[in-house]
Nanobody, 122 residues
Framework: QVHLVESGGGLVQAGGSLRLSCAASLRSFNNYALAWFRQAPGKEREFVGGISWRDRTYYADSVKGRFTISRDNAKNTVYLQMNSLKPQDTAVYYC????????????????WGQGTQVTVSS
């Protein structure tokens, strides 16, 4: 059974930073694309950033230049470094996995974590 476990969320002031981590119990972890999505109250889940099996990265326009996604295949872990945080970044952040390539549509992702809350105060 596949498990994705996020950590690193919390409360931070605007302009601050957080680093999210997601540990995955995936066989052949290096053959998976990993991504971070987020969902704010009353809003649809949205793509934040993704990294393909070949380490190609993708970002939502709203986070480009502020967030960085990376992966450590030796640790079966994906990270999201979030800098210059804004109140509009407040949401539950979810880690997701699918085979090989990144897709912006959350419906196409096979495995999900339980989510971690990120709250940015103004």
């Amino acid at each position: 059974q596949v498990h994705l476990v996020e950590s690193g969320g919390g409360l931070v002031q605007a302009g601050g930073s957080l680093r999210l981590s997601c540990a995955a119990s995936l066989r052949s972890f290096n053959n998976y694309a990993l991504a971070w999505f987020r969902q704010a109250p009353g809003k649809e889940r949205e793509f934040v950033g993704g990294i393909s099996w070949r380490d190609r990265t993708y970002y939502a326009d709203s986070v480009k230049g502020r967030f960085t996604i990376s992966r450590d295949n030796a640790k079966n872990t994906v990270y999201l470094q979030m800098n210059s945080l804004k109140p509009q970044d407040t949401a539950v952040y979810y880690c997701a996995a699918r085979s090989y390539n990144v897709d912006y549509d959350y419906h196409s992702w096979n495995y999900w974590g339980q989510g971690t809350q990120v709250t940015v105060s103004s």
